[in-house]
């Protein structure tokens, strides 16, 4: 049987948490190990199997954003774009939009069926925000879900169900 490659987050020392670069993780995150990289996975919200996580933002709305996953995934986002307005209604998986990065050109999917109601304007001038803060500052856009999604111990079983596969693509090895 493999080692898992997912473990709760420890949690750091103020020394150690004011030296990094990425935002502070919470006590109960989750890792996933991804050979040298950790893909932190809050469990303050909810995933879908296309590596989108899902959080409230109010009664009846939500914000999506790529994972940690995902963006290590894509590398170095640079550039995004809509195919559809706000207040559209989507469904599962439908495509939205397109995201460039230093690893490829990207179709961007809804998590689930529902209704687009904004969409993150700050990451039309600067859509580095997915890299350096995925988690906060790089959410995609606001919706209303017609379904539930993955929680987050679910997601990262999901992951390693497809990591080995996943890492054939990140090598550059998928036939």
Known sequence: MSESRFARMIPLTTTETSNRKRPPAMSDDLIFAMGKYEARIPTDRQYSKNHMWVQKTSTD????????????????????????????????????????????????????????????????NDPSHINADTYEAGWLYEMQLHTDLL??????????????????LIKGQVN
């Open 61 to 124: 709305s939500v914000r999506v954003g790529l994972t940690a996953y995902s963006v290590r995934l894509l590398q170095d986002v640079y550039f995004l774009e809509w195919s559809i307005d706000p207040n559209t209604a989507v469904a599962d998986r439908q495509e939205i939009g397109e995201i460039e990065s230093s690893k490829a050109v990207s179709s961007l999917h809804t998590p689930c069926a529902g209704q687009i109601l904004a969409f993150n304007e700050d990451l039309l």
């Open 151 to 168: 929680s987050a111990d679910e997601y990262l079983q999901h992951l390693e169900q497809g990591w080995e596969k996943d890492q054939r």
